[in-house]
């Protein structure tokens, strides 16, 4: 018995001492790596977009992989890291997977595709690197509203947009919010552009004569009895309840004269528009005069010089020291200060500060459009919209241009370079166009050709429809039947938003919500062209600084 336990012991030795022998010289499975992504039979790196809400996901790796791992290394998550179920199948000998969601994702949605490395093959080998890219669907196409004439559509988008002005406006004040944030800053310009929008709400039964001129009333008594006054300009913000003034930036707490001249634009329209033979009115034009007489544009000039300034301060006078030159949104700034009859400039300043001696004229061409004026590509849309609320451009020109060729040409090169897109923004097109002063993700900033970050502003096309009625139309309606779940809100469009990083902004802006209502009107009937050049001490101004019109 011992001689058969010793020799099964002998024979162990010699067996265990082979196996231990291959363990050692058995070499790990081999790694594998990624070779190839298609989606719907396409190859686009790592970034798709404009994808249908069925996408196909290929995914070809350079070995046969274990079906075991994919469901722990696979995923396809949203912004909210809300996972998406998925189906998967295999082709070419199990190194291809083949992913379907298992139910439609949303539409212009970001979604992001990784793939670990906990993912094995057969062999048992990991993936070497992970693979990462970004899926973005595609717009939904349907209409989101029922379709209505144009004529319908342009009241509807005036009727909801004035009411930004009308139920938001500050209860005590009238004045309009400077966004649907602002609590109870208020804001000149913005509150300027509401008032020209009242005599367009009126003609079209948005509201009764009385009504408006109660507001526009209301207006007028917290501008002159409340709001600060320095030298007859206003603050750029003011707080509603007081009017004290809210700093609009360093150094900046005293007197913004561009954004006054956007106020007595508004004003001096109401006045036109207010004409009754009645007390309240005849009332209402006196006190719109005296606050227009009062304001001091000579005293901008700092000190007598050929340019007006931008700010003073009673605290910090001339600091922010900036020059109002053009070409930009303030020439209704200069024809405002000509056109005074108490504190009036000469023409000099007009040449040498806004116009700087012709250097406003750019005569370039783009696109094959002639820019008679401004930077290249013309600058943000909004430099053709807020003074030509008031100034009709259509037969207007002086020595530095012809108007009507500026407003159409800027806004036409605006409307091509989206179309031609040269950065490849995705969703820039003939229908979504338009850049302008807007809110951002995270900031705020003047978009233009040659600041471009992929954000498109309603507003810009929108209040362009006097100048490219065809383009503009058709890109309200985009925004409208094709946009609106995303778009359309409480008081009009939203701010902005981008298609190219599914960013949508939640907010409303005065300065953007006016320009709005009062195009269209113009584009429509004219009337704010109408009133405002009405105005004999508008005409006079203009004939001072040399225009025609």
Not at 178 to 183: A, H, K, V, W
Not at 517 to 532: D, K
Not at 533 to 543: F, K, N, R, W
Request: proline residues 4%; negative net charge; contains cysteine.
């Amino acid at each position: 018995m011992r001689k058969i336990l010793l020799f099964s012991l002998l024979l162990a030795v010699p067996m265990a001492c082979r196996k231990n022998n291959d363990n050692q010289n058995q070499e790990p499975a081999a790694s594998f790596y990624f070779s190839s992504l298609k989606i719907n039979g396409k190859f686009a790196g790592t970034d798709y977009r404009g994808l249908n809400i069925m996408p196909e996901v290929k995914i070809s790796f350079s070995a046969a992989i274990s079906s075991s791992s994919v469901s722990d290394a696979l995923t396809i998550t949203d912004k909210n890291n809300s996972v998406v179920q998925l189906t998967t199948t295999f082709e070419n000998h199990d190194s291809t997977l083949v992913i379907s969601p298992t139910s439609p994702l949303e539409y212009i949605t970001k979604y992001t595709l990784a793939v670990s490395t906990a993912l094995k093959s057969k062999a048992g080998g990991h993936l070497m690197t992970g693979v990462s890219a970004d899926l973005t669907t595609a717009i939904d196409s349907s209409n989101k509203f029922p379709v209505i004439s144009d004529d319908s559509l342009l009241t509807l988008v005036q009727k909801k947009t004035f009411s930004y002005f009308w139920d938001f406006g500050h209860p005590y004040s009238g004045m309009a919010r400077e966004r649907n944030s602002s609590g109870d800053i208020v804001t000149t310009g913005g509150s300027g552009f509401g008032v020209m929008a009242i005599p367009v709400a009126i003609e079209r039964k948005f509201i009764t004569r009385d009504q408006g001129l109660a507001r526009v009333r209301k207006i007028v008594d917290f501008l002159t009895g409340n709001a600060g006054h320095f030298h007859g300009a206003f603050s750029h913000w003011m707080n509603g309840n007081t009017g004290a003034v809210v700093p609009f930036g360093t150094n900046d707490n005293g007197a913004d004269i561009v954004e006054t001249s956007y106020m007595m634009m508004g004003l001096l329209t109401a006045r036109q528009y207010f004409n009754g033979s009645n007390s309240g009115e005849i009332t209402l034009r006196t006190d719109i005069n005296n606050l227009w007489n009062n304001v001091e544009w000579d005293w901008f000039r700092k000190d007598g010089g050929n340019m007006l300034y931008w700010n003073w301060s009673p605290d910090y006078g001339w600091a922010v020291n900036v020059g109002v030159r053009g070409w930009n949104e303030c020439l209704i700034t200069y024809v405002l200060a000509a056109s005074s009859a108490t504190h009036s400039i000469p023409k000099i300043v007009y040449d040498y500060g806004f116009a700087n001696n012709g250097g406003i004229k750019n005569n370039n061409s783009y696109y094959g459009i002639l820019l008679p004026l401004g930077q290249a590509f013309g600058g943000p849309l909004f430099f053709e919209q807020y003074s030509f609320l008031g100034i009709n451009p259509t037969n207007l020109s002086d020595s530095y241009a012809d108007y009507h060729i500026q407003t159409v040409n800027h806004s036409r090169i605006n409307y091509e370079y989206c179309k031609n897109n040269p950065h490849n923004y995705y969703g820039y097109s003939n229908l979504c166009w338009g850049l302008t002063a807007s809110d951002i993700n995270g900031g705020y900033t003047a978009s233009s050709p040659t600041n471009d970050v992929g954000v498109i502003a309603p507003t810009a096309a929108v209040s362009s429809i006097p100048f490219t009625p065809a383009e503009s139309l058709q890109a309200l309606k985009f925004f409208y039947y094709q946009m609106g779940d995303k778009l359309w809100g409480q008081y009009g469009f939203y701010d902005s938003f981008s298609l190219n990083d599914i960013w949508f902004a939640d907010s409303f802006l005065a300065i953007d919500q006016g320009p709005q209502i009062g195009m269209i009107e113009n584009y429509r009937t004219g009337l704010l062209w109408n009133l405002f050049m009405s105005c004999p001490e508008v005409q006079a101004g203009l004939t001072k600084l040399g225009f025609n019109y």
